[in-house]
């Protein structure tokens, strides 16, 4: 697998003339599914539209299949959603639903604001994930207010989308979200981003969500420290951490 379909190279992001994120570099394959965790207000909306080129980086530069976005776009079928606020309350679900792949996506004639958060959610993710084939997906908390059906349902979409070759990239602040199905992830948790990949936080490459919980708050606690990126680093450092606090 050496289909490099996005790269990141030192960039920083601003909103409203203030630096939420900066020196992002990473390069994800196609087939590989990378995880941006931080707390809200960390940066991580701003970071994504910067991935896709709806907003301009203050620094450093994003390709996507070796392009610059937004006009790659063109080029390279992506999907994005950056959650159900972003959705045209006026509209009516049904005609919204036909615009990804131009098939019924949900039969509701009442308009977008009219329904629950949920189907309004799900709604948003069906017609964004509709289109086929798919180059590059980008979701911004895309497991908020989905009810359990719903969640398996995305769960289910995102692994069949992956298997077909599609680089991914997924945002949450719940970290059981990401836990498992992400090759990489990106911490941002202070003044420099930390990027792991699965197999340095698990050795098996599964990282459970308590194994994720524990490598987001070394890092976060230690927002200088930068991580050499070899095997087991993470999880051995987590421990002797521990070891040093109970001698404490």
Same mark, same amino acid.
């Given at each position: 697998?050496t289909d490099i ?6 960039v ?5 003339r ?8 990473f ?38 299949d070796g392009?610059?976005?937004p ?8 999907a ?6 972003? /959705?045209? +309350?006026? $509209? ?8 990804? &792949?131009?098939?019924? @996506?949900? %039969?509701?004639r009442r ?11 799900l709604?948003?993710?069906r ?15 895309p ?8 969640t ?9 989308k992956?298997d077909r ?6 945002s949450?602040?719940r ?12 911490? /941002?948790? +202070?003044? $420099?981003?930390?990027l ?5 936080? &698990?050795?098996?490459g @599964?990282? %459970? ?26 999880r051995s450092?987590?421990?002797?951490a521990?070891?040093?606090d109970?001698?404490?």
């Amino acid at each position: 697998m050496t289909d490099i379909v996005l790269s990141a190279r030192d960039v920083s992001a601003h909103r409203h003339r203030r630096v939420l994120v900066r020196g992002v570099s990473f390069d994800l394959r196609a087939g590989q599914v990378l995880g941006v965790v931080g707390a809200n207000g960390s940066g991580k909306t701003t970071l994504l539209r910067t991935l896709i080129g709806f907003i301009p980086p203050s620094a450093g530069e994003v390709r996507l299949d070796g392009r610059v976005p937004p006009g790659a776009l063109r080029e390279a079928p992506t999907a994005y959603f950056g959650g159900e606020a972003t /959705l045209p +309350g006026f $509209v009516r679900a049904s005609a919204w639903g036909s615009l990804g &792949a131009g098939d019924v @996506v949900m %039969t509701e004639r009442r308009r977008i604001r009219a329904l629950s958060r949920s189907t309004r959610q799900l709604l948003g993710l069906r017609t964004a994930l509709g289109r086929h084939p798919l180059r590059l997906i980008v979701l911004d908390d895309p497991w908020e207010g989905l009810d359990p059906d719903a969640t398996r349902w995305l769960s289910s979409i995102l692994e069949a989308k992956r298997d077909r070759g599609a680089a991914v990239v997924l945002s949450s602040h719940r970290l059981h979200d990401l836990a498992g199905i992400c090759d990489k992830y990106l911490f /941002l948790t +202070g003044p $420099v981003p930390t990027l792991l990949r699965a197999h340095e936080i &698990a050795r098996s490459g @599964v990282v %459970t969500a308590e194994q994720l919980i524990e490598a987001f708050d070394y890092c976060r606690n230690r927002p200088t420290i930068a991580l050499a990126l070899t095997d087991g680093l993470v999880r051995s450092a987590i421990q002797n951490a521990a070891t040093r606090d109970q001698d404490g």
